[in-house]
């Protein structure tokens, strides 16, 4: 996994923060699917909610500790820069005596686990199975010489027997192959990258992940890692997608099998079946992204004997609750011991999150995210059964006067009770909420959990939201408010008072074309049921044109260095120059390097456009010497948006790009707000 924090921010940075374009699927290689087969495809996923990572491998063997430094894990041959050499001496000390795939297994299932994701191939390149493509695998340690045979399959067959789901973790990154490419720095005389031949790296990866899936049975999930640095790319990343479905139809597939790329419509597209957040939960979900969360129990993937800092139960159970509320998945680390046992710690805490599952699983396994946009108390989820809802409200704070508020919920209520021990519990309407009567003491103090049947689907009294392409306007633009549910009316003011039931009934998007204020608010059976909701609008004079520029294409300016922001071009020289006819890249693969274009846009027509820049790592815009877009940082390939008000003519325009390690990306599009975005490029770009 990634373990340096600069690549575990890239990583989280491409998950989070930044608005998701919806996605198309226009790249060839990758299998046409219809959205009901995907659905049955992700049904066994999307219900499981709580899976097992393993990280095992030759890294357990040094627990962490190498030359005097104990802070090391699966990243242990990277980060001490130890010789390919000495750290191939492990392979003839792996001998797990104690390894028992069957108790790895039901523990796994015993801790309400459905499935498990474990390492056959980590970064170092070292194979858990008998791989017919390379001597660097189980076959050659004295584990195997004893006659224990292939670990994959023992577990594979474990899996079978306890019914959970076998899936496999392959790294792309390789650091031992001599194919794959690019060497680290500091490998330079240890490890020439001389005759490598990147391509033939690519094929033995498609050898290995064909065995994978075509010895072990049925697999749940092909779970890759090890895919931003540059050579690796959406070609090869696609292809490698396509394979596993080929091999396994219903096979699932993480998102870090490819690299996402900005398509021609403006869309980004990443192949995969689910993210995967790393180290964190995502503040609200993904929407509708499919998602896992993968997560170590202490700090390192793999095992390290010194690491002591582990999470509570508390912490990961109310990670289950909290993950599940908004719609994802849990994969929670173990990181065994070179025996082949896992640290007795991970074992306790297993054991808890069993004890908890086994009362309040029904409110995890099979539900939908919740409800409701927050709760004071805890989370929630949903189980929509026809013509009831189960809503499981999993309390973290029990209410010291008994009263457990459910706000702001249109439905009547069929009834209560608490998981624990199946009490029944009153309930009760005051207004727009639902008040459940609670016993005095709380059945768990780390997160109890009541079931609440109600009549119908979910009603719920949210805000209402205000959309629209431009706050700011120079002609007009329009807004479009959404209830969040259909049994609800909207009805507006655009004179700065609140909405009453006397108030326009919104029906279709508002014409604007001057300074407002709008105001809305939810109505249900002629009374307000939600606060208000207020966008400011304003009518602008549009940034003034400047004087056309006599050639077409921007000066692009190239500059090396390692930085973490972007720099200040200004004080830096540039390595070269030359004119480019759009904002990106070319073909360029190196890292630490970035770049600065600069020109003029000329905008076609008076009006507000709005811009949308990708890029891996950080970037910015200037339009008029105002900085319209930051997407700076060090992050994955993100898109952020920015709008301004252009005069018809010619404006100035700078964007800068830098990119520290990993994937490469730039792209910018462009329009009218409200419109198709499309590349800037071409006729529109002068200097």
Same mark, same amino acid.
């Given at each position: 996994?990634?373990?340096?924090?600069?690549?575990?921010?890239?990583?989280?940075?491409?998950?989070?923060?930044?608005?998701?374009?919806?996605?198309?699927?226009?790249?060839?290689?990758? @299998?046409?699917?219809?959205?009901?087969?995907?659905?049955?495809?992700?049904?066994?996923?999307?219900?499981?909610?709580?899976?097992?990572?393993?990280?095992?491998?030759?890294?357990?063997?040094?627990?962490?500790?190498?030359?005097?430094?104990?802070?090391?894990? &699966?990243?242990?041959?990277?980060?001490?820069?130890?010789?390919?050499?000495?750290?191939?001496?492990?392979?003839?000390?792996?001998? @797990?005596?104690?390894?028992?795939?069957?108790?790895?297994?039901?523990?796994?299932?015993?801790?309400?686990?459905?499935?498990?994701?474990?390492?056959?191939?980590?970064?170092?390149?070292?194979?858990?199975?008998?791989?017919?493509?390379?001597?660097?695998?189980?076959?050659?340690?004295?584990?195997?010489?004893? #006659?224990?045979?292939?670990?994959?399959?023992?577990?594979?067959?474990?899996?079978?027997?306890?019914?959970?789901?076998?899936?496999?973790?392959?790294?792309?990154?390789?650091?031992?192959? @001599?194919?794959?490419?690019?060497?680290?720095?500091?490998?330079?005389?240890?490890?020439?990258?001389?005759?490598?031949?990147?391509?033939?790296?690519?094929?033995?990866?498609?050898?290995?992940?064909?065995?994978?899936?075509?010895?072990?049975?049925?697999?749940?999930?092909?779970?890759?890692?090890?895919?931003?640095?540059?050579?690796?790319?959406?070609?090869?990343?696609?292809?490698?997608?396509?394979?596993?479905?080929?091999?396994?139809?219903?096979?699932?597939?993480?998102?870090?099998?490819?690299?996402?790329?900005?398509?021609?419509?403006?869309?980004?597209?990443?192949?995969?079946?689910?993210?995967?957040?790393?180290?964190?939960?995502?503040?609200?979900?993904?929407?509708?992204?499919?998602?896992?969360?993968?997560?170590?129990?202490?700090?390192?993937?793999?095992?390290?004997?010194?690491?002591?800092?582990?999470?509570?139960?508390e912490t990961l159970i109310r990670n289950i609750v909290d993950i599940a509320s908004k719609g994802g998945n849990y994969l929670l680390n173990i990181g065994p011991r070179s025996d082949g046992t896992f640290p007795p710690e991970a074992?306790?805490?297993?054991?808890?999150?069993?004890?908890?599952?086994?009362?309040?699983?029904?409110?995890?396994?099979?539900?939908?995210?919740?409800?409701?946009?927050?709760?004071?108390?805890?989370?929630?989820?949903?189980?929509?059964?026809?013509?009831?809802?189960?809503?499981?409200?999993?309390?973290?704070?029990?209410?010291?006067? #008994?009263?457990?508020?459910?706000?702001?919920?249109?439905?009547?209520?069929?009834?209560?009770?608490?998981?624990?021990?199946?009490?029944?519990?009153?309930?009760?309407?005051?207004?727009?909420?639902?008040?459940?009567?609670?016993?005095?003491?709380?059945?768990?103090?780390?997160?109890?959990?009541?079931?609440?049947?109600?009549?119908?689907? @979910?009603?719920?009294?949210?805000?209402?939201?205000?959309?629209?392409?431009?706050?700011?306007?120079?002609?007009?633009?329009?807004?479009?408010?959404?209830?969040?549910?259909?049994?609800?009316?909207?009805?507006?003011?655009?004179?700065?008072?609140?909405?009453?039931? #006397?108030?326009?009934?919104? &029906?279709?998007?508002?014409?604007?074309?001057?300074?407002?204020?709008?105001?809305?608010?939810?109505?249900?059976?002629?009374?307000?049921?939600?606060?208000?909701?207020?966008?400011?609008? &304003?009518?602008?004079?549009?940034?003034?044109?400047?004087?056309?520029?006599?050639?077409?294409?921007?000066?692009?300016?190239?500059?090396?260095?390692?930085?973490?922001?972007?720099?200040?071009?200004?004080?830096?020289?540039?390595?070269?120059?030359?004119?480019?006819?759009?904002?990106?890249? #070319?073909?360029?693969?190196?890292?630490?390097?970035?770049?600065?274009?600069?020109?003029?846009?000329?905008?076609?027509?008076?009006?507000?456009?709005?811009?949308?820049?990708?890029?891996?790592?950080?970037?910015?815009?200037?339009?008029?010497?105002?900085?319209?877009?930051?997407?700076?940082?060090?992050?994955?390939?993100?898109?952020?948006?920015?709008?301004?008000?252009?005069?018809?003519?010619?404006?100035?325009?700078?964007?800068?790009?830098?990119?520290?390690?990993?994937?490469?990306?730039?792209?910018?599009?462009?329009?009218?707000?409200?419109?198709?975005?499309?590349?800037?490029?071409?006729?529109?770009?002068?200097?």
């Amino acid at each position: 996994m990634l373990t340096s924090l600069l690549l575990a921010a890239a990583l989280a940075a491409s998950h989070a923060g930044a608005p998701r374009p919806k996605t198309q699927n226009t790249r060839s290689v990758i @299998p046409k699917e219809a959205r009901a087969h995907k659905d049955q495809r992700m049904e066994w996923w999307r219900d499981a909610r709580l899976g097992m990572f393993i990280h095992w491998g030759l890294y357990s063997i040094p627990a962490g500790t190498w030359n005097g430094k104990t802070d090391y894990a &699966e990243w242990i041959r990277e980060e001490a820069h130890i010789p390919v050499g000495e750290y191939e001496k492990l392979k003839y000390k792996f001998d @797990p005596v104690k390894f028992n795939a069957e108790a790895w297994v039901k523990m796994a299932k015993d801790a309400g686990m459905k499935y498990i994701v474990i390492t056959t191939k980590h970064h170092d390149g070292f194979n858990l199975f008998d791989s017919p493509y390379t001597d660097w695998n189980i076959s050659h340690t004295p584990y195997w010489k004893r #006659g224990k045979g292939d670990i994959m399959s023992q577990m594979a067959k474990a899996c079978k027997k306890y019914g959970i789901k076998m899936c496999w973790y392959h790294s792309i990154m390789d650091w031992h192959e @001599p194919d794959y490419l690019p060497r680290r720095s500091w490998e330079v005389g240890d490890r020439p990258a001389d005759g490598a031949d990147f391509r033939k790296f690519v094929q033995y990866l498609r050898s290995e992940v064909t065995w994978l899936l075509t010895h072990y049975g049925p697999i749940g999930v092909m779970w890759f890692d090890g895919e931003w640095e540059s050579t690796w790319n959406a070609k090869d990343g696609d292809a490698l997608y396509a394979l596993c479905r080929q091999l396994q139809p219903n096979v699932i597939v993480n998102n870090r099998v490819s690299v996402a790329e900005t398509q021609s419509d403006g869309h980004t597209f990443q192949a995969g079946d689910f993210s995967t957040p790393e180290q964190y939960i995502p503040p609200t979900g993904l929407g509708d992204v499919d998602w896992e969360t993968c997560m170590t129990m202490n700090d390192h993937w793999g095992y390290n004997s010194h690491d002591k800092n582990w999470k509570s139960p508390e912490t990961l159970i109310r990670n289950i609750v909290d993950i599940a509320s908004k719609g994802g998945n849990y994969l929670l680390n173990i990181g065994p011991r070179s025996d082949g046992t896992f640290p007795p710690e991970a074992v306790g805490r297993l054991k808890a999150i069993g004890r908890w599952m086994h009362v309040n699983g029904d409110s995890i396994y099979g539900t939908k995210a919740s409800i409701f946009d927050n709760l004071t108390w805890g989370r929630s989820t949903t189980r929509v059964l026809g013509k009831t809802t189960d809503l499981y409200l999993q309390v973290f704070d029990w209410p010291k006067d #008994g009263k457990l508020v459910v706000p702001g919920i249109g439905n009547g209520s069929l009834s209560a009770e608490l998981l624990a021990g199946h009490k029944h519990l009153k309930v009760a309407r005051a207004g727009s909420d639902l008040i459940i009567s609670l016993p005095p003491k709380m059945p768990d103090a780390i997160c109890s959990v009541v079931r609440l049947e109600v009549a119908g689907k @979910p009603i719920v009294y949210r805000v209402p939201k205000i959309s629209t392409p431009s706050a700011i306007l120079v002609g007009q633009t329009t807004a479009s408010i959404d209830a969040g549910s259909k049994q609800l009316q909207v009805r507006y003011t655009t004179d700065g008072s609140d909405p009453t039931v #006397g108030s326009a009934l919104y &029906e279709e998007p508002i014409s604007i074309a001057r300074s407002l204020t709008l105001k809305a608010a939810s109505f249900y059976q002629g009374r307000r049921v939600s606060s208000v909701a207020s966008e400011k609008f &304003e009518k602008v004079m549009p940034n003034p044109a400047t004087t056309p520029g006599g050639e077409p294409g921007l000066l692009s300016q190239e500059y090396k260095g390692d930085w973490d922001t972007l720099p200040d071009f200004d004080s830096l020289t540039p390595r070269s120059s030359a004119i480019a006819d759009s904002v990106g890249l #070319g073909g360029s693969k190196e890292e630490n390097w970035g770049k600065r274009l600069s020109g003029l846009i000329t905008a076609p027509s008076d009006g507000v456009y709005e811009f949308a820049l990708t890029s891996d790592d950080g970037s910015r815009l200037w339009i008029d010497d105002r900085l319209v877009v930051d997407n700076d940082g060090l992050h994955g390939a993100v898109t952020k948006t920015g709008v301004v008000a252009l005069a018809k003519g010619a404006h100035k325009i700078v964007v800068g790009w830098f990119n520290k390690s990993g994937g490469l990306e730039l792209s910018l599009f462009w329009g009218k707000a409200g419109s198709k975005l499309i590349p800037v490029a071409g006729a529109a770009l002068s200097h």
